[in-house]
């Protein structure tokens, strides 16, 4: 299902961002808006403009990079029509690929520190941003509260494959904590109905990293692994105010990861198999989820950003498809992408974002 292609639906705000200033201006912002001594009030978009220092913007981490030409087109000029300020609020759950460290016992976003807490980037594995991070801060077409729900190391459940440690929170226990927090009931503070808020899930990379190589039926696991994955999906369905909005994100090809380029090449072509027979089947499982449901689902199709990318690293500014840990790297690690690398996907979906109407 490599072709399939990836409208999404979501708007985004920008966050506050305390290690170099704070927000200055914009559409919904009123707070202060004079500068310390030293930061200049610095327009980001037409919801933000931040305190920073000299007149830079506030993301340098995609210099010299451009969005893959087979995922999503160039960023298309600020409408000129009067914008909805309506706030909308997104539910996001993951692993490492999508992680801030956000705590539900926290800090709570508002307009002005959308995401909560911990404030803009919050914890991601490499340092520097995640795709939702500029997805929030640069790349942002309307107003929304993110409360993001991803745990570093996740997997879909921990009884089906275990992550790397046992304190490690898995979809489930995201699902959970969600479905346990006050947040999910709707309230005066926190208005979220069906047709005002975004369900997204990227989910998949550890319970295949940490899997595919055991015995057994791969193909029948991961039919496994989504009957667990969707349940929790129909458990927001069905849950107080109930979730009407879904993006799904498939897995990208960590085949290609130096982690496991340091493996056999018959391991990196068993993982490279197990991944396209599960996204195959996370397709499939979205459209009959839409069929029955009556949801509005979207597929973000991350393997062939990635894929793009990897293939003609020099065209997106980095300096080959597996260096990792230093600056122009397309990996910031032996198993995760750089935040250069998550500036164009999180670019790839807002732009997709961008005139869609809630």
């Known amino acids: 299902m490599a072709s399939l292609i990836f409208t999404v639906l ?16 914009g559409i919904g912002w009123s707070g202060a808006t004079q500068c310390a001594s030293g930061l200049v009030c610095t327009k980001q ?35 000129t029509s009067p914008i909805n ?14 992680q801030t460290d956000f705590d539900v016992n926290g800090v709570q976003p508002t307009v002005g520190n959308p995401l909560g807490n911990p404030p803009y980037p919050g914890f991601t594995a490499v340092g520097g941003v995640n795709w939702v991070d500029v997805a929030t801060v640069e790349f942002n077409h309307s107003l929304i509260l993110t409360y993001n729900y991803a745990y570093g190391g ?24 969600f479905l346990n927090s006050p947040v999910s009931t709707p309230s005066a503070t926190v208005p979220w109905r069906a047709d005002n808020s975004l369900f997204s899930f990227w ?8 899997s595919y190589y055991q015995s057994g039926d791969r193909d029948a696991f991961s039919d496994t692994l989504l009957n667990a994955y969707f349940a929790l999906v129909q458990k927001l369905i069905l849950s107080n105010n109930g979730g009407r909005n879904f993006l799904f994100i498939n897995v990208p090809p960590i085949d290609r ?43 973000w199709d991350s393997n062939t950003a990635f894929t793009t990318v990897l293939n003609s690293p020099t065209s997106y500014g980095f300096v080959d498809a597996t260096s990792y840990g230093n600056t122009g790297d397309f990996w910031g690690n032996n198993y995760h992408p750089s935040a250069a690398a998550q500036t164009i996907w999180g670019q790839g979906v807002s732009n997709l974002l961008n005139g869609t109407v809630w």
């Open 10 to 25: 979501l708007g985004v705000f920008v966050a506050q961002v305390t290690a170099q200033g704070t927000a200055s201006g």
């Open 45 to 79: 978009n037409d919801y933000y403009s931040q305190c920073l220092r000299g007149a830079s913007t506030a993301s340098t981490a995609n210099s010299g990079t451009t969005v893959p030409p087979t995922t999503v087109t160039s960023l298309p000029s600020q409408p």
């Open 85 to 98: 300020t309506n706030v909308n609020y997104w539910f996001s759950f993951g692993d490492s690929y999508t």
């Open 154 to 177: 996740a997997t879909i459940d921990a009884s089906l494959v275990q992550p790397y440690e046992p304190t490690v929170l898995s979809l489930t226990d995201q699902v959970n904590e």
């Open 203 to 210: 989910i998949g990379i550890n319970d295949i990293g940490n």
């Open 257 to 299: 990861s130096p982690l496991m380029l340091s493996q056999s090449t018959s391991a990196q072509a068993l993982e490279k198999s197990v991944i396209a027979g599960f996204n195959s089947k996370l397709a499939q499982r979205v459209a009959n989820f839409s069929s029955s449901t009556g949801s509005k689902t979207w597929i």
